[in-house]
């Protein structure tokens, strides 16, 4: 046998743990993200210094959001190029391109994620707070808990993918 072979460091070894990895750190993200909106939000008036902090976590959490969406796209690029799967098999082929699908929408609400954070922004220094509290709740209750359900469920298709 040849060393390689038997080492650990072989890539159908490593590339579906740093996929669920990404996987498991994104959807964490997002629930940092709505605990992070909750707890400035949870004070009967968002103040100018509310903003700016949740402004510098947001863009933190870009960051992070860009870094571990990037993990997830190039390491579910390289497991599906691979010879890991069996491709003649349809059922596999409608996953995969489900599971892209899943993640163009992913990125698709994350816009608008960033929509409704800029239109926050834009009615705070408007002066309208009641407005700028809505788009919170808007991205805390609905499209951030849309962005970890939908990545759940690409969780779970990659495992019963990496099971064929």
Not at 5 to 21: G, K, N, V, W, Y
Not at 59 to 77: D, E, H, P, R, Y
């Amino acid at each position: 046998m040849n060393e390689l072979e038997t080492s650990f460091a072989r890539s159908d070894q490593i590339l579906p743990l740093i996929h669920i990895l990404g996987a498991i750190c994104f959807i964490c993200a997002h629930v940092c993200i709505i605990m992070l909106i909750r707890i400035f939000s949870d004070k009967t008036d968002i103040t100018n210094s509310n903003f700016e902090k949740i402004k510098f976590y947001l863009s933190k959490f870009n960051l992070f959001f860009g870094s571990f969406f990037l993990i997830i796209i190039v390491s579910g690029f390289f497991l599906s190029i691979g010879n890991n799967f069996k491709f003649a098999d349809p059922m596999i082929n409608a996953v995969i391109v489900t599971l892209w699908v899943l993640a163009v929408f992913i990125l698709i609400n994350f816009g608008y994620v960033y929509f409704k954070f800029y239109s926050f922004k834009k009615a705070l220094l408007a002066g309208d707070k009641f407005e700028a509290s809505e788009h919170l709740i808007i991205i805390a209750r609905y499209f951030v808990p849309l962005n970890i359900a939908v990545s759940v469920l690409c969780t779970y298709l990659c495992v019963a993918v990496g099971r064929f």
